[in-house]
DNA sequence: GATGAATGAGTCTTCATTCAT
DNA sequence: TATGAATGAAGACTCATTCAT
């Protein structure tokens, strides 16, 4: 009636062990997003990533074969759809160019920039020199999709009669930059230093949209007034 | 002592063939700037500064008690001088504060974002998390100066009546951002990619100067610095 | 209960549609086999082994209590019941002896030196070492009664008076050696480089059985076997 | 009079480590062969080829960038010069060329297959296949101007009418595999088992020099007959 | 029986730092 | 001072073996 003999080994086991397939990637995701973003590519160990997620470093390669292709599948569940969802949003807009461009700019912030995902851009650009293939994937698979967002808009704008057709390409880097390097900013230096010249990000925004318009829009330089 | 310990870093130094103790920090830091910006902070390896700088590794902990110290004095020796030039440069014109502010990104593209020093940049972004303290003495030493700077020549327009009384803050902020980003930029992503998306640097500087003065100044939005 | 366990391992089974139980260990065996001899002891992935038959890694634990276990069986069943059938062939024959002994270099060649087993031969004398007891294992199962198979041949000459009397035991291994270093030749170096001094096997084949019998047959040293 | 303070803290010193740079390279290929000969390749931890030459792992690395190097300078500095002295004794000798012969296979078992460095043979054989490389280099620096060599010998003494004009390609396998399968074998399956069938090293060249000439030598098929 | 997810010790290699000379 | 040989603690990745399902 007591225990079986079979059972003495394991008395009250908690299993060495687990069994989730389907949670695990999420998990080791997870996990590997929230180290990249704050240790860099080069000092994550591949440790603290299991660690992190529970599981063993075995593990981690049974899911992941190389360090690359986890930063690459980080990237490829977390910021590629980002992407894609912008383009589905704004595909189906049938607001003025302006309002658009306004809203691109905010979704942008919201959903990336003021995210840890944007430590995933910071991480990039400063670690492009030593780990050039993580540079060209992410140039690949999300500076240029976003930039030919963003162009789009710009183009249909100008397609409308809403804006002035002026040299795009400048403009994309012009217009991307304040928003880039301010994402960056927040996860490198800012967190750091004292806020000293800090611009709260609303104002920092009205400020951006208000310059952009001004170069695009025909007459009236300040924010959204019906064309 | 008598010799002033900063003094020993200095750049310009006496004929090389009297090889003293005095011109070793320089050489030593001159070895260690190219390679930081080359391959950034972590990825730098003490081998190879001594290696070209043509002393033993353990000269190198002669002068510098680790690689921390070294960096710092790097960024030291090498950015912060670089600022204080612009300063006495800038306060000494008496140009339309329109020129001056060309003038300004001009000057810190060619002096800063088209040099090395850009590399600098790029590093302290991307290690700042793992090296705080670089952080915090990058943001007082040279990003702060320079913010002033540009918030002087603004201060200076809108006081002659040459600018509209605009969010400066936020402007400032605004305006350095295309700079900074393209000069990391160009150390980063740009050398790992084909040049997809860009733009050359002239076009790049026009469109944003444009940009600026057609927020700053009242009336002409476009390239209207009849120069 | 019913079948005896030696027998599970035989190569030809009933349909495979049908695949029972008692097939497993022969297909385990089969991949284990390639697998060797491809690529050695030590480098064969149980992993690979598992996944070529077919089956996940827990099954192959299953028949097979660790890797040695595994290796030995495949050994085991592979190349011993060669040398049975080597027995068989020669003990019926009433040829000339210098043509049985040459039959018997071209069956060796044909049936184990031209085949992967040869693979068996090289990993065995390159992993003696690291696995002892497969060595023995190796000399007791193959190397003895395939010598003994030769020194019959050899025996039977003299006594017939064919061939001179002379010190059989060192030419067994004498000409024994072109053969099995050819074998664990083309298994090993050959594959990894430009065959610069290579013989085609019929040449090296004619050389050989020529210098066998020069030393063996009274008068006639060359081709003299008028088959 | 007593301590000086700053001798408290090494009192008794062993000093941590020794400088040895002379000394080292031999100490770590020494210690290299003879694991490399016990375990091969693949299974030879640099780990304990460090230990054994009583050196940290770190500084194998100093002087051997790699596994596969140091393997490569044990190879150089080991066999390599082995052949080149076999070539220099044998450039000079005048005696016949049935002796040579002799002298070349004698040298070649006591310098060679009488050593350790035998077990390097046996090691390239059984690893080729994971370690083509490594298979590539031996195959290159020892295995082919070992054959040139001997065939240098054997057409000095076609040249000389000491030698019929047979099939020199051939033959050089044919006459270096009892050899070389002997060296091998001593070092992989013979350790191992009990020595069975084992003809003592002075027969069976006996046997393989008489094979040898009576191939070579028109008429008279034994040892050194004057010609 | 069968599976395959999970483990963790093991292996090569790197590099900041130390210290005998 | 100057040297550079020596150290040892990491870190990415592998794989035989275990065990929950």
Redesign the pocket.
């Known amino acids: 009636m007591a225990a079986d003999p079979q059972d003495t080994t394991?008395r009250a086991?908690p299993?060495?062990?687990?069994?989730?397939?389907e949670a695990?990637p999420g998990e080791l995701l997870g996990a590997a997003l929230d180290l990249f973003v704050e240790k860099g590519y080069a000092a994550?160990?591949?440790?603290d990533v299991a660690a992190r997620a529970g599981?063993?470093?075995?593990?981690l390669?049974?899911y992941y074969?190389?360090?690359?292709d986890l930063f690459k599948a980080v990237v490829r569940e977390s910021i590629v759809p980002l992407i894609e969802s912008f383009k589905r949003d704004l595909a189906q807009s049938s607001a003025p160019s302006a309002a658009l461009l306004g809203e691109f700019f905010r979704q942008w912030w919201s959903c990336f920039g003021a995210t840890p995902l944007a430590g995933i851009a910071k991480l990039v650009v400063g670690e492009a020199g030593n780990f050039p293939e993580l540079a060209r994937f992410f140039q690949l698979e999300v500076v240029i999709p976003n930039a030919q967002l963003l162009r789009s808009i710009v183009e249909r704008g100008v397609r409308q009669g809403e804006f002035r057709d002026i040299d795009i390409d400048a403009g994309i880097q012009l217009w991307m930059s304040p928003m880039v390097l301010r994402a960056i900013w927040e996860h490198s230096i800012l967190p750091c230093c004292p806020p000293e010249l800090d611009v709260p990000i609303d104002r920092f925004m009205t400020a951006h949209l208000d310059s952009v318009l001004g170069v695009l829009v025909p007459r009236a330089p300040a924010t959204g007034s019906g064309a």
Request: hydrophobic fraction near 15%; proline fraction near 8%; aromatic fraction near 8%.
């Open positions: 394991r086991r299993p060495r062990w687990e069994r989730r397939k695990r994550t160990r591949l440790d599981v063993s470093k075995g593990t390669y049974l074969p190389s360090k690359e």
